[in-house]
């Protein structure tokens, strides 16, 4: 099963394409921003922001607080682990 998992926006790769790093538990991987991104802010607003990623998108803004639950649960649930290896084998 692949779940969204919270990950915080280190930087933007490609502003044209709507592309940002988001960082995952140490895993840094491009995803596209296209969901998040406000027609009138910038995309560097973004960063240092917590998005829920899922399958190569960011799909939400979420607040810190709700990401480090969510990181905390799949955590318990085993999940996390699964979708690090996941996102480390380009699968998401």
Not at 7 to 17: L, N, P, T, Y
Not at 40 to 45: D, N, P
Request: hydrophobic share 50%; aromatic share 2%; net charge negative.
């Amino acid at each position: 099963m692949c779940l969204g998992i919270p990950g915080k926006i280190v930087a933007i790769s490609d502003s044209e394409q709507l592309l940002g790093i988001v960082d995952v538990g140490g895993i840094q991987r491009a995803v596209d921003l296209s969901c998040v991104a406000q027609g009138s802010e910038s995309l560097e607003s973004l960063i240092d922001r917590w998005v829920l990623v899922h399958v190569g998108f960011a799909m939400s803004v979420i607040d810190e607080a709700e990401a480090q639950a969510t990181l905390a649960v799949l955590t318990e649930l085993g999940q996390v682990q699964e979708e690090l290896a996941a996102m480390q084998e380009g699968e998401s």
